[in-house]
């Protein structure tokens, strides 16, 4: 091998291999002394797409040089559609779910049922409830769950809406459907207690998941299972 | 549980839940009679961010609802990134590898070796060249290699400017780094016997990967490090 080309081991600092790259991997703008590795426009792509969540700098590289390839149209499709979204997308005015209009879809639809409120923490479980086509009424979102620990009370939630929403005469059921966690469970009984005295309250059951095999679950959701079980 | 809002199993359609549910997960914006899952501009983000590599349905939803909740300038940042990206860099006149100068870095650099080229098979071969700080020289990327199944000959790749770079009297090396695929090793023969009448030509070296197994190794690999043992 030719000795001016190429560094010979005996000339590389002693550091193990795995810290001597990690700089240049994570901080590809960083200068190496033989240029950068990446020509800084695309460098800036690569950090930018590093921020979102679980794209590590392989996938980033990945993503940039694939988009290099594109035609522009898709390109400046993407990023008119990232804009464009950040700008018009904000919250339904009634129930909270993600919406470019002020009222969203749902709460606008004449086929809905007004007379029962689904009430969920966030919108991505409006979208995977839609997705099951089972329920036809309408959705309430807190915008998270009561969490003292992270400074999370009933004031920083929705609540004061859905309290007005409830309290209207057509209501006749309040579905809750919030994940059983710890917080969760909290804000499922508070909600619970503090609607009570206007309609009736239900929650969504919790057991065995559909192909879930007895033998394995943990055992909560076995005790949950028996204790909602229901008359054939 | 109310028989207005929640439609009994009875009333659904006799189709699986397989294909009843694809169409709403693949197709975003498709009506559904009880309103759109995602409002508009989110169906947009969501269906361009899944024309990205290995970004199904799943994730693209993921990815926007994430870049929803981040800040204004976040979102422009990586908008402006990708257009940025998109119109500045192109190929570097010399080497063709990507770059936003005309010359790109690597060329220009007054302390890299300008009498040997690694010729290469695609710009992340440079960039992953580069990480390793072996290699001092300067690259020929050609942009694919020769494939007559797919209509690539040697003039769809840069093999007259590699040509005109390695007739110069100042090339002493020309290294051919191309992954030893059927069509590699055919693009690396007909390269060697074009560039031998010109200067000394070497391939890098294929054997067992550091911390391999000999063990495991397959045959074609195990044949090429045997091939290429050399004295201690």
Same mark, same amino acid.
């Given at each position: 091998?030719?000795?001016?080309?190429?560094?010979?081991?005996?000339?590389?600092?002693?550091?193990?291999?795995?810290?001597?790259?990690?700089?240049?991997?994570?901080?590809?703008?960083?200068?190496? *002394?033989? %240029?950068?590795?990446?020509?800084?426009?695309?460098?800036?792509?690569?950090?930018?797409? &590093?921020?979102?969540?679980?794209?590590?700098?392989?996938?980033?590289?990945?993503?940039?040089?694939?988009? /290099?390839?594109?035609?522009?149209?898709?390109? #400046?499709? !993407?990023?008119?559609?990232?804009?464009?979204?950040?700008?018009?997308? *904000?919250?339904?005015?009634?129930?909270?779910?993600? =919406?470019?209009?002020?009222?969203?879809?749902?709460?606008?639809?004449?086929?809905?049922?007004?007379?029962?409120?689904?009430?969920? =923490?966030?919108?991505?479980?409006?979208?995977?409830?839609?997705?099951?086509?089972?329920?036809?009424?309408?959705?309430?979102? /807190?915008?998270?769950?009561? =969490?003292?620990?992270? %400074?999370?009370?009933?004031? &920083?939630?929705?609540?004061?809406?859905?309290?007005?929403?409830? =309290?209207?005469?057509?209501?006749?059921?309040?579905?809750?459907?919030?994940?059983?966690?710890?917080? *969760?469970?909290?804000?499922? !009984?508070?909600?619970?207690?503090? /609607?009570?005295?206007?309609?009736?309250?239900?929650?969504?059951?919790? *057991?065995?998941?559909? %192909?879930?095999?007895?033998?394995?679950?943990? #055992?909560?959701?076995?005790?949950?299972?028996? #204790?909602?079980?229901?008359? /054939?």
């Amino acid at each position: 091998m030719g000795k001016v080309a190429v560094n010979s081991p005996a000339h590389r600092p002693l550091v193990s291999t795995a810290v001597y790259l990690a700089p240049s991997v994570k901080f590809p703008l960083q200068k190496r *002394g033989l %240029g950068t590795i990446y020509t800084p426009p695309l460098a800036r792509l690569i950090e930018q797409l &590093q921020r979102l969540p679980s794209v590590g700098p392989k996938t980033a590289q990945r993503l940039a040089l694939h988009l /290099l390839k594109r035609p522009d149209a898709e390109v #400046e499709n !993407l990023a008119q559609a990232l804009l464009d979204a950040k700008k018009r997308v *904000g919250q339904c005015q009634v129930c909270f779910h993600l =919406s470019a209009e002020p009222v969203c879809d749902i709460c606008r639809h004449p086929q809905r049922d007004n007379s029962v409120i689904c009430v969920v =923490s966030d919108p991505r479980d409006v979208i995977a409830l839609e997705k099951t086509r089972e329920f036809r009424g309408k959705y309430h979102v /807190l915008g998270g769950v009561i =969490s003292p620990m992270d %400074g999370i009370g009933p004031e &920083q939630l929705t609540i004061q809406p859905l309290l007005h929403r409830v =309290s209207q005469p057509e209501i006749k059921e309040v579905i809750l459907a919030i994940s059983p966690s710890v917080e *969760g469970e909290t804000t499922t !009984l508070y909600l619970g207690k503090l /609607l009570q005295p206007f309609t009736k309250v239900t929650r969504i059951a919790f *057991g065995l998941p559909m %192909g879930g095999d007895l033998e394995y679950a943990d #055992e909560v959701t076995l005790a949950r299972a028996l #204790e909602g079980r229901r008359e /054939l």
